[in-house]
């Protein structure tokens, strides 16, 4: 039965003040019945009924003003091999037109990653492959970064290694209120969860990659940079180089060509196809005027780490930073996780010795068909692979209350204790 009306003794007296008052007590409080539905939430009552603190600035996701931009241009292709000219232009109109999104732009990044349309053939690879994106969307979250994971194939003919350049081609004209793009291949771990590119270093250059100038310019080796790990500014640059470096690629009448070309070119490349990481660094080497010089080699930090040299440190890395908090009480306090980027610049005071890697990449791991290479053995590359998403998953796992206690075994958690690791 419904409740009847919570209605006050004065409307039950006869006289006429009486009644007029109980009329008015009605009128202006309508939500006293206490069967009636709740008023039901709208989508303009999103950020305000969360209690979002006001001053703070924030980007107007509802403003889309009606002007002409370049969405409005038929030309405007978002594909590989269909080049874009006055990007820088066109982008700063938009930029112009949403006002919002301009503050804060050159620290703006985005994640990009990706994988096959299809499961994988290793009986363990789609539970890697999901393990390795909830890896990079803890990264995202705990730094504020938005993520686009592809799973398709933006270009038939560009597949494999090839695939990238379609997705942060049409990452950029997606996103003009972005500066930076991170591509990270699906095989790729962030290790240190604390650890932000340091972007300032780069405001003179355009895309940044994990390498070695001997390497590249005194060597001359395919692996003297790394492909599968980089950071691209969205620009007109960039695109004009995505339009040359894919011009190697399979979908290229030229693809043999390059292949036979970058052989010739690096005398301990052995594999007889084109590839996207020595087709990267032969333009870095053949054309440094035109590419090479915005190009940043990055070797201070592990932007893109070999597996096979860090994985056995996890372990002694993981004493080192508990050998710390212990002997600094500030750094074990307890914290909410969107405090982290706080500790992780009070801890930068007190690290010594081997700190985490930033990037740890199983180049060569193959997670999803299981065809490593044969210079791994057994299941060392899902070993390795348990033992890094572990480590980095501790560092998720803090400001939550509880860590694995074993860096092989990632089904187990306990609950940290207060003042812990004290």
């Known amino acids: 039965m419904a409740k009847s009306r919570n209605i006050p003794r004065f409307c039950f007296y006869g006289s006429i003040t009486g009644i007029l008052i109980c009329l008015y007590w009605l009128w202006s409080n309508p939500n006293q019945n206490y069967s009636q539905k709740p008023n039901p939430i709208l989508f303009s009552d999103g950020v305000t009924s969360c209690g979002s603190p006001t001053g703070v600035n924030t980007v107007d996701r509802l403003n889309n003003p009606d002007n002409y931009t370049f969405y409005d241009d038929p030309t405007v292709n978002y594909s590989i091999g269909q080049p874009l000219t006055s990007w820088d232009e066109r982008r700063r109109e938009w930029l112009n037109l949403h006002p919002s999104f301009k503050t804060g732009v050159s620290d703006r990044v985005l994640i990009l990653t990706g994988s096959q349309p299809k499961p994988c053939k290793n009986p363990i690879g789609d539970h890697l ?26 270009h038939s003919e560009m597949r494999s290694y090839w695939t990238k350049m379609p997705v942060v081609r049409a990452a950029m004209l997606a996103h003009p209120e972005t500066e930076w793009f991170l591509w990270i291949d699906s095989d790729a771990i962030f290790t240190d969860m604390d650890f932000k590119a340091p972007l300032t270093r780069y405001k003179d250059y355009n895309m940044v990659i994990h390498g070695w100038p001997d390497a590249v310019f005194g060597k001359k080796s395919w692996v003297g940079a790394n492909a599968g790990v980089f950071l691209m500014r969205n620009c007109q640059w960039s695109l004009d180089f995505m339009e040359v470096w894919a011009e190697m690629g399979p979908q290229s009448p030229d693809y043999e060509k390059w292949g036979e070309i970058q052989r010739s070119t690096f005398p301990d490349k052995e594999y007889p196809k084109s590839d996207d990481q020595s087709g990267l660094i032969y333009l870095i080497i053949k054309e440094k005027e035109t590419w090479g010089k915005k190009i940043y080699l990055e070797n201070e930090y592990e932007l893109s780490g070999y597996w096979l040299n860090l994985v056995g440190k996890f372990l002694n ?10 002997s600094v009480r500030r750094l074990r306090r307890r914290h909410a996780e969107v405090n982290t980027e706080h500790y992780a610049v009070v801890r930068e005071k007190y ?8 990037i740890t990449h199983f180049t060569g791991c193959q997670q999803c068909n299981g065809d490593h290479n044969p210079i791994y053995v057994g299941d060392s590359c899902w070993d390795g692979m348990e033992i890094a998403l572990n480590f980095a998953d501790n560092q998720v796992l803090r400001p939550y209350g509880f860590v694995h206690p074993d860096l092989r075994n990632g089904s187990y958690v306990r609950p940290v204790s207060f003042d812990y690791p004290a």
Not at 136 to 143: A, E, G, L, S
Not at 351 to 358: E, I, M, V
Request: one cysteine or more; proline letters at 2%.
């Open 129 to 154: 492959q999901l393990r390795l994106f909830k890896n990079k969307v803890d990264y995202c979250r705990i730094h504020g970064y938005d993520i686009y994971y592809s799973n398709t194939f933006l």
């Open 317 to 326: 890395i993981s004493n080192i930073y508990e050998d710390m908090e212990k």
């Open 351 to 358: 690290l010594a010795g081997d700190r985490r890697p930033f």
